[in-house]
């Protein structure tokens, strides 16, 4: 059991707008910032948001994510059947992981 | 394009040793920082080791820490990582990562395809 919690999963339909918490503490996330990973069924994982917020060339801006003090939180607006994966948040330049999010899209 | 070809995963017995390779190509390897992740079947991520750009600083999980060794070399465009006294819950798939930096944090932005370690009897 990680020590960032995660929710073990989350759904919505499509078009819809779903967010993944991811919460640490102030040891962890309070003081480190925090990177986000996709990871679709029997891939590999994938860079989404790095540094709480950036996101990389290449992934759409309807992935967007925000931290308030020890957590963090993954938006993903305008839902769609290929955004249904596992996510991970990251901490402490990813040595830490979270539990992971099993995103369903219904 | 970046590339991350992992390699030597297989089944290993309990105490035995296993050494796994990753093959980069499409970047400068020796101007990234790299490492290991592992994800048991059906679990998360798990951060296993790092290693910077010029192989001289290594950096391991606690689960790992006197049983495996990260190593690089630069003239062969290839990072390794030499896994002894293997148990059980070593058992992963096994990915090769390319680190970033941004300002004073670092990413991993790039992943191979994985290779699979089993310790079994």
């Known amino acids: 059991q990680s020590v960032l919690t995660q929710p073990p999963s989350a759904s919505g339909t499509p078009g819809q707008r779903v967010t993944i918490s991811c919460s640490g503490s102030?040891?962890?996330?309070?003081?480190?910032?925090v990177n986000w990973y996709q990871q679709l069924p029997g891939a590999a994982p994938k860079l989404l948001i790095y540094?709480?917020?950036q996101r990389p060339s290449g992934v759409p801006d309807r992935f967007s994510a925000s931290k308030s003090g020890s957590s963090v939180s993954l938006a993903i607006s305008g839902l769609q059947s290929e955004d249904e994966a596992d996510y991970y948040c990251?901490?402490?330049?990813?040595?830490?992981f979270g539990g992971g999010t099993k995103l369903t899209v219904l | 394009e970046v590339q991350l070809l992992e390699s030597g995963g297989a089944l290993v017995q309990p105490g035995g040793s296993l050494r796994l390779s990753c093959a980069a190509s499409?970047?400068?390897?020796?101007?990234?920082?790299l490492g290991w992740v592992r994800q048991a079947p059906g679990k998360g991520l798990e951060w296993v080791s790092a290693?910077?750009?010029?192989?001289?600083?290594?950096y391991y999980a606690d689960s790992v820490k006197g049983r495996f060794t990260i190593s690089r070399d630069n003239s062969k465009n290839t990072l390794s990582l030499q896994m002894n006294s293997l148990r059980a819950d070593d058992t992963a798939v096994y990915y090769c990562?390319?680190?970033?930096?941004?300002?004073?944090?670092?990413?991993?932005?790039?992943w191979g395809q994985g290779t699979l370690v089993t310790v079994s009897s």
């Open positions: 290693i910077n750009d010029r192989g001289g600083d290594t």
């Open positions: 499409g970047f400068t390897f020796s101007s990234y920082a």
């Open positions: 540094s709480n917020n």
């Open positions: 990562t390319r680190r970033s930096q941004y300002y004073n944090s670092w990413y991993t932005d790039s």
């Open positions: 102030n040891s962890n996330i309070g003081t480190s910032t």
């Open positions: 990251a901490t402490w330049d990813d040595t830490l």
